[in-house]
């Protein structure tokens, strides 16, 4: 998948999306593409400058390493259409962090958060059922 080319983003998320660290979803049918293991899709918060995009940019990849690392999560990023369907349809605020599996949300964390409520809720998320909304 191409990298999110979009120059609003601060630069640690483009960065990280241009050099091919993390893909980008582009439309919702994208994530169907990720491969098998369960994926942090992060939202930056696309067309509005927020401050705490950079900062979840810079947690997200530890988040991966406490919660079992790179062979069980993925991260990706959600281009500015995907963020807007997933924005629409789980009614979230931005920046966010939505787990997928196989391809569909199973929940999803909004904005910035303590270390220890991240790590709670995103432990849930990746226990629940498939079918979950949070």
């Known amino acids: 998948m191409p990298p999110v080319a979009a120059p ?7 960065r990280l999306s ?12 994208d ?26 940019a810079v947690v997200l990849p530890e988040l991966v390493k406490a919660l079992g690392g790179s062979e069980a999560i993925g ?3 959600a281009g500015p259409k995907a963020e ?11 920046p966010a962090i939505v787990v997928l599996r196989a391809g569909q949300p199973v929940g999803a964390i909004a904005r910035m958060r303590d270390w220890d409520e991240y790590l709670d809720k995103l432990r849930a998320l990746l226990a629940a059922p498939s079918a979950a909304t949070h």
């Open 8 to 14: 609003d983003l601060h630069p640690l998320v483009r």
């Open 84 to 94: 807007a369907a997933l924005r629409e349809t789980m009614s979230l605020a931005l």
């Open 31 to 56: 994530a169907a593409t990720l491969d098998a293991r369960d994926h942090f899709l992060f939202l930056p918060s696309h067309g509005k400058a927020h401050l705490e995009s950079p900062d979840i």
């Open 18 to 29: 241009e050099a091919g660290a993390w893909p980008s979803v582009e439309t919702l049918e």
């Open 75 to 77: 991260i990706a990023i």
